[in-house]
């Protein structure tokens, strides 16, 4: 997972260092060696090849130990303002915000295809079954049915996650804020976030509080998914 997340945690990375760059505290030469060194890391971050050395922990360590050493004290200087709890969360934010897009489009084809398979086979007759025994009339569209409106409920879900995921954390620190004057609102604009999370504490209790509905939204993606291969395993048997 931590590979997976090396290559959100650059692109954060990078939008801190051009907001200090924004307010002095980074020199040209110091944000010109950072993006540099940081767009290293994405490359190998995307190939899943990024090294994270035990002793290290984790990608965030591991990216700033990169950084110190490719950069010196430009590395150290990229945590100003920041602290590893923002940093985390808005790591995440990204990397859920990416993946739940992916999942929407592979729902949006899953509705697409079913929508096709009922204008095909709708008017087929079939059984419908009920405790593996056919019990009722019913059709081939009917059946198909089912399934389509719950991936059009899966789509609104995941699209309300969207919504909740597309604030931007960072600035929060360690909870409290800092007493820098971040330029929040420019870090939004360069992560592509439609609006900034307001209040720190309330950022710093969304730890955890994101990721649980994102992983129940994948849990409900996956029980219409076993459901449907589990009528595929008796409508392809004997029946």
Same mark, same amino acid.
């Given at each position: 997972?931590?590979? !997976?997340?090396?290559?959100?945690d650059?692109?954060?990375s /990078?939008? *801190? /260092?051009?907001?200090l760059? !924004?307010?002095?505290?980074?020199?040209?030469p110091?944000?010109?060696?950072?993006?540099?060194?940081l767009a290293e890391i994405?490359?190998?971050?995307?190939?899943l090849?990024?090294?994270?050395?035990?002793?290290?922990?984790?990608?965030h360590?591991?990216?700033?130990?990169?950084l110190?050493?490719?950069?010196?004290?430009?590395?150290?200087?990229?945590?100003? =303002?920041?602290?590893?709890?923002?940093?985390? %969360?808005?790591?995440m934010?990204? $990397?859920?915000?990416?993946? /739940?897009?992916a999942?929407?489009?592979?729902l949006?084809s899953?509705s697409?295809?079913?929508?096709l398979?009922?204008?095909?086979?709708?008017?087929?007759?079939m059984p419908? $079954?009920? *405790?593996?025994?056919?019990?009722?009339?019913?059709?081939? =569209?009917?059946?198909l049915?089912?399934?389509y409106?719950?991936?059009?409920? %899966?789509?609104?879900?995941?699209?309300a996650?969207?919504? %909740?995921?597309?604030e931007?954390?960072?600035? /929060?620190?360690?909870?409290?804020? !800092?007493? %820098?004057p971040?330029d929040?609102?420019?870090?939004?604009?360069?992560?592509?976030f439609?609006?900034?999370?307001? !209040?720190?504490?309330?950022?710093?209790?969304?730890? =955890?509080? *994101?990721?649980?509905?994102f992983?129940?939204?994948?849990?409900?993606?996956?029980s219409?998914?076993?459901?449907?291969s589990?009528?595929?395993?008796? $409508?392809?048997?004997?029946?």
């Amino acid at each position: 997972l931590d590979r !997976s997340l090396a290559f959100w945690d650059a692109q954060g990375s /990078a939008a *801190h /260092a051009r907001m200090l760059f !924004s307010l002095g505290i980074l020199t040209k030469p110091d944000l010109e060696s950072l993006l540099m060194a940081l767009a290293e890391i994405s490359k190998e971050a995307q190939s899943l090849s990024f090294d994270i050395p035990a002793e290290l922990e984790d990608c965030h360590t591991a990216i700033e130990s990169r950084l110190v050493e490719k950069t010196g004290e430009a590395g150290r200087k990229i945590h100003t =303002g920041r602290s590893r709890n923002d940093q985390v %969360l808005l790591c995440m934010r990204l $990397y859920m915000r990416a993946s /739940a897009v992916a999942q929407l489009r592979m729902l949006l084809s899953v509705s697409q295809t079913l929508a096709l398979r009922i204008d095909e086979l709708g008017d087929i007759p079939m059984p419908g $079954y009920t *405790h593996f025994q056919p019990a009722m009339p019913a059709s081939v =569209g009917m059946w198909l049915h089912a399934f389509y409106e719950n991936v059009l409920a %899966l789509i609104r879900e995941g699209l309300a996650l969207l919504d %909740l995921l597309d604030e931007n954390p960072l600035g /929060a620190a360690a909870g409290f804020g !800092s007493s %820098l004057p971040l330029d929040r609102k420019l870090t939004s604009r360069l992560l592509d976030f439609s609006r900034t999370q307001r !209040s720190p504490i309330d950022i710093q209790n969304s730890r =955890g509080r *994101h990721e649980l509905k994102f992983v129940r939204w994948c849990v409900d993606t996956a029980s219409c998914l076993e459901k449907f291969s589990w009528d595929m395993i008796l $409508y392809t048997s004997r029946e």
